[in-house]
Nanobody, 124 residues
Framework: QLQLVESGGGLVQAGGSLRLSCAAS????????MGWFRQAPGKEREFVAA????????YYAGSVKGRFTISRDNAKNAEYLQMNSLQHEDTAVYYC?????????????????WGQGTQVTVSS
């Protein structure tokens, strides 16, 4: 079992920045592909970004590419999402997720463990 806890959400003005963190415990963090997903009210949970075991490969949704950066620190069992140039449309609950698989995935169905989520609200 892998436990994931997100932090760093909050209220920010449009154009501002936030950095989300995800702390992992319970199993070998470095063996998991990690991802970030988000869910806005009335919408399905959607892919935001993913990162490979080593951190050498990253993947982004088109809507955040160039503005968000995913990273991980295996020594600290942590994953991060740096979010810049935030827009009102980025308002959602953001979830950290872990997948026990060879390659990164953009599908939420491929992820085995989830955090409880952290709210990000961008005021326009």
């Amino acid at each position: 079992q892998l436990q994931l806890v997100e932090s760093g959400g909050g209220l920010v003005q449009a154009g501002g920045s936030l950095r989300l963190s995800c702390a992992a415990s319970g199993r070998t963090f470095s063996s998991y592909v990690m991802g970030w997903f988000r869910q806005a009210p009335g919408k399905e949970r959607e892919f935001v970004a993913a990162i490979s075991w080593s951190g050498g490969s990253t993947y982004y949704a088109g809507s955040v590419k160039g503005r968000f950066t995913i990273s991980r620190d295996n020594a600290k069992n942590a994953e991060y999402l740096q979010m810049n140039s935030l827009q009102h449309e980025d308002t959602a609950v953001y979830y950290c997720a872990a997948a026990n698989r060879l390659g990164a995935s953009t599908s939420r169905h491929d992820y085995d463990y989830w955090g409880q989520g952290t709210q990000v609200t961008v005021s326009s």
